[in-house]
């Protein structure tokens, strides 16, 4: 059944968005013939768990190497085709495309499906916008897209609710259990935490609750002797239960952003695309003699500055904390993923600025770049630096918080940001 609900999802909702794909040709039909096998090396894997027992950890990673190498291949079309006209379309994918890892997550794949399905929507809503009132083919593409990542969602909550299933024949099979008599008695059980019981669990448990009064058949009669109140000798034994000594040193919490810098620092030159990452307290990353086609990518730097001298495609932050970029002109964008206090600064002339899960971001602006096209989502602490005649900037804070009204007949929703008081 688990076969065949995956065959039905690859046939019915993945079928749909290939073909959308090919309708809209291009980089966008190339991208989805590599999604499309990466959804053929899984349904391979999903078939191969239903005939053998669950690997070692060894070996799983070794089994899953193909259907990791697929998402890379999809994530680095993605990559080497950043001048394309349909950026957004291939980001979207391979923001998104990671859902397929479910199969290594457990005990909850279902939601990480969800959570892979959600960081693709910052793209989808860019396709949306762009091409609402152009082709609506785009429109039903990327809804094909969000449908199929759903379907997914739905089938591994099915049949794979706390991880892929595996049959438990063929290699690596636990032995029978010995011949013998019964077991002895398990140990008393913990408290139970509720939270994290299962639907199995809470099933039980619920069945003993409503036996009723039966329920306290089993229970021990509390005699005179053994109340403290008549005893109070009872009462001189050591405590069951001492509390947690408030001084105790709190343990830190991981910092977001740059995360651990445990790899060499990298600046290099691939093809188009200048490699800047893990770099650490160094201020003078410059990138010169780039051409107008070229991008820059920035990962998990911390402490560091950046400056591009002369005109390029575009500018990428992701993942760093603490990080400050200056650039003469960008033909498409600068984009801040996944960042920490980061600042950018344009010298000349940068179409769109974009946002994405990033806490604290400052943006100085040119009197070329008023024009600029500022996007954010999920992100914070966003503030906008105009220059001044005096040389001096206004500075304007990003709305992060918005109101939402129902419209009257009820016909849709109006949302308008909320302007800051302070």
């Given at each position: 059944?688990?076969?065949?609900?995956?065959?039905?999802?690859?046939?019915?909702?993945?079928?749909?968005?290939?073909?959308?794909?090919?309708?809209?040709?291009?980089?966008?039909?190339?991208?989805?013939?590599?999604?499309?096998?990466?959804?053929?090396?899984?349904?391979?894997?999903?078939?191969?768990?239903?005939?053998?027992?669950?690997?070692?950890?060894?070996?799983?990673?070794?089994?899953?190497?193909?259907?990791?190498?697929?998402?890379?291949?999809?994530?680095?079309?993605?990559?080497?085709?950043?001048?394309?006209?349909?950026?957004?379309?291939?980001?979207?994918?391979?923001?998104?495309?990671?859902?397929?890892?479910?199969?290594?997550?457990?005990?909850?794949?279902?939601?990480?499906?969800?959570?892979?399905?959600?960081?693709?929507?910052?793209?989808?809503?860019?396709?949306?916008?762009?091409?609402?009132?152009?082709?609506?083919?785009?429109?039903?593409?990327?809804?094909?897209?969000?449908?199929?990542?759903?379907?997914?969602?739905?089938?591994?909550?099915?049949?794979?609710?706390?991880?892929?299933?595996?049959?438990?024949?063929?290699?690596?099979?636990?032995?029978?259990?010995?011949?013998?008599?019964?077991?002895?008695?398990?140990?008393?059980?913990?408290?139970?935490?509720?939270?994290?019981?299962?639907?199995?669990?809470?099933?039980?448990?619920f069945a003993e609750i409503n036996k009723g009064e039966a329920i306290t058949s089993s229970l021990r009669k509390v005699t005179s002797d053994m109340q403290t109140h008549k005893n109070p000798q009872l009462r001189q034994g050591p405590a069951p239960f001492k509390a947690a000594s408030s001084t105790a040193p709190a343990k830190a919490l991981p910092t977001p952003g740059a995360g651990q810098l445990d790899k060499p620092p990298v600046f290099a030159r691939d093809g188009k695309k200048w490699v800047i990452e893990y770099q650490k307290g160094n201020s003078?990353?410059?990138?010169?003699?780039?051409?107008?086609?070229?991008?820059?990518?920035?990962?998990?730097?911390?402490?560091?500055?950046?400056?591009?001298?002369?005109?390029?495609?575009?500018?990428?932050?992701?993942?760093?904390?603490?990080?400050?970029?200056?650039?003469?002109?960008?033909?498409?964008?600068?984009?801040?993923?996944?960042?920490?206090?980061?600042?950018?600064?344009?010298?000349?002339?940068?179409?769109?600025?974009?946002?994405?899960?990033?806490?604290?971001?400052?943006?100085?602006?040119?009197?070329?770049?008023?024009?600029?096209?500022?996007?954010?989502?999920?992100?914070?602490?966003?503030?906008?630096?105009?220059?001044?005649?005096?040389?001096?900037?206004?500075?304007?804070?990003?709305?992060?918080?918005?109101?939402?009204?129902?419209?009257?007949?009820?016909?849709?929703?109006?949302?308008?940001?909320?302007?800051?008081?302070?």
């Amino acid at each position: 059944m688990s076969i065949n609900g995956y065959q039905d999802l690859m046939q019915g909702p993945l079928q749909s968005y290939l073909q959308l794909s090919n309708q809209l040709g291009g980089d966008i039909a190339s991208h989805a013939n590599l999604v499309n096998d990466a959804f053929q090396e899984q349904l391979r894997y999903i078939q191969l768990a239903a005939s053998r027992s669950k690997p070692s950890d060894g070996e799983q990673v070794q089994l899953l190497k193909s259907t990791s190498d697929k998402i890379s291949a999809i994530q680095q079309y993605r990559e080497k085709n950043r001048a394309s006209n349909f950026f957004n379309h291939l980001s979207a994918i391979s923001e998104s495309i990671p859902a397929l890892g479910w199969v290594a997550v457990a005990p909850t794949p279902a939601p990480y499906v969800k959570e892979m399905n959600d960081a693709g929507q910052f793209y989808t809503n860019r396709v949306l916008k762009e091409w609402k009132e152009k082709d609506k083919t785009h429109v039903e593409w990327c809804r094909a897209w969000v449908q199929l990542l759903s379907d997914l969602q739905a089938y591994v909550k099915q049949y794979h609710t706390t991880g892929l299933v595996w049959s438990g024949k063929g290699a690596g099979a636990p032995p029978p259990p010995p011949p013998g008599g019964m077991p002895p008695p398990p140990p008393a059980l913990p408290e139970v935490d509720f939270a994290n019981m299962t639907a199995d669990d809470r099933s039980a448990l619920f069945a003993e609750i409503n036996k009723g009064e039966a329920i306290t058949s089993s229970l021990r009669k509390v005699t005179s002797d053994m109340q403290t109140h008549k005893n109070p000798q009872l009462r001189q034994g050591p405590a069951p239960f001492k509390a947690a000594s408030s001084t105790a040193p709190a343990k830190a919490l991981p910092t977001p952003g740059a995360g651990q810098l445990d790899k060499p620092p990298v600046f290099a030159r691939d093809g188009k695309k200048w490699v800047i990452e893990y770099q650490k307290g160094n201020s003078n990353l410059v990138v010169e003699n780039a051409e107008m086609n070229n991008v820059v990518y920035m990962f998990r730097c911390r402490d560091s500055a950046l400056t591009v001298r002369g005109k390029i495609n575009g500018v990428v932050l992701d993942s760093c904390t603490k990080c400050a970029v200056v650039f003469d002109n960008l033909v498409s964008s600068v984009e801040f993923v996944n960042c920490q206090s980061v600042q950018m600064q344009v010298l000349g002339k940068v179409p769109t600025v974009s946002i994405d899960k990033t806490d604290g971001c400052q943006i100085y602006l040119s009197q070329e770049s008023l024009d600029v096209e500022i996007v954010s989502s999920k992100s914070s602490e966003m503030n906008v630096l105009v220059p001044k005649a005096n040389g001096d900037y206004a500075e304007f804070p990003i709305p992060e918080q918005f109101k939402t009204v129902l419209n009257k007949p009820p016909t849709g929703l109006t949302t308008s940001p909320v302007e800051s008081t302070g």
